[in-house]
């Protein structure tokens, strides 16, 4: 036999030669890839990395500040931060004890129901499902997405009226969808344990920012977060008006919003994994 022949196999006490192509490489099979379809559900399984995903929350605040802007201009009442809605609710109870009532106080107590009505869903979503892993952010935004981009579609097809003091269902029902999604971006802050960019409010963050002890630092990851939360919300606002100001109203603001929040599916559908947590 030569040395370069494969060995004979025995079959019924009969040799029979197994052709090379046939043999094993080193006695083992090359383990067989995953599918695409399995790597794709371990990309979209895994949890995100917490890493550097503040930019994103940050870039909340732009949105905040567009919609409030803009909402309050054209609808009188905020849809993001709820402090103002509770005042301006509070003033609309008042104001039945010496009529007119104001129609703030339909369109602010709509927009608050709204918002604590999306904070119970959106935050057991989260919940249920694991708060930061990537389909979980990723179907959060996508949903943030739609309810913006419908509030925008009926804006744009049935545009309100001019008349402030209106309450029409053009008004009140975009105005409950873009404030059910604000919400989303709050839950998303507490998921990612950034719990100060929540994007819905101010106060507080202007307390922690001018008392901080390292104001000053030239390395203080905090104070820059806290003073960009305010500046970004900020030039948000200014899009907001203009905006309100032109002919595409606040029609524009919406889809720009929705835009800006379908870049945000994307930047977490390729946000790096979390190391610790990828399998």
């Known amino acids: 036999m030569s040395a ?3 060995p004979p196999v025995a079959t019924n006490g009969n040799a029979v030669r197994v052709p090379d192509e046939e043999q094993p490489l080193l006695g083992q099979r090359k383990p067989a890839s995953p599918s695409v379809l399995a790597k794709f559900r371990r990309t979209m399984t895994a949890e995100v990395c917490r890493d550097w995903a503040d930019l994103v929350l940050l870039l909340c605040y732009v949105v905040t500040g567009l919609l409030d802007s803009s909402s309050t201009k054209v609808w009188g009442a905020f849809v993001s931060m709820q402090t103002g809605n509770t005042v301006y609710v509070g003033l609309g109870i008042a104001s039945i004890f010496d009529p007119p009532i104001s129609t703030r106080l339909w369109k602010s107590g709509i927009s608050l129901l709204s918002f ?3 904070s119970f869903f959106f935050a057991r ?16 935004f996508a949903a943030q997405t739609v309810l913006t981009a419908s509030a925008a579609t009926i804006v744009t097809l049935f545009p309100p009226s001019p008349n402030p003091n209106e309450v029409t269902w053009n008004v009140l029902v975009p105005l409950a969808l873009v404030a059910f999604q604000s919400c989303g971006q709050a839950v998303a802050s507490r998921a990612l344990k950034y719990n100060a960019l929540t994007s819905v409010v101010l106060t507080s963050i202007y307390c922690d920012l001018f008392s901080d002890k390292d104001l000053f630092a030239s390395n203080n990851a905090e104070r820059n977060r806290r003073a960009g939360a305010p500046t970004l919300l900020l030039i948000g606002a200014v899009m907001g008006g203009v905006f309100s100001g032109t002919s595409v109203g606040i029609m524009g603001a919406l889809w720009l919003a929705a835009f800006i929040k379908s870049l945000m599916v994307v930047a977490w559908f390729l946000w790096p994994a979390d190391p610790e947590h990828d399998e």
């Not at 979503?125 to 959060?140: D, G």
Request: proline share 9%; hydrophobic share 30%; glycine share 4%.
């Open 4 to 6: 370069t022949e494969p």
């Open 116 to 118: 604590c009505i999306g």
């Open 125 to 140: 979503f989260h919940r249920y499902f694991s708060p930061k892993r990537r389909w979980v952010l990723c179907a959060s």
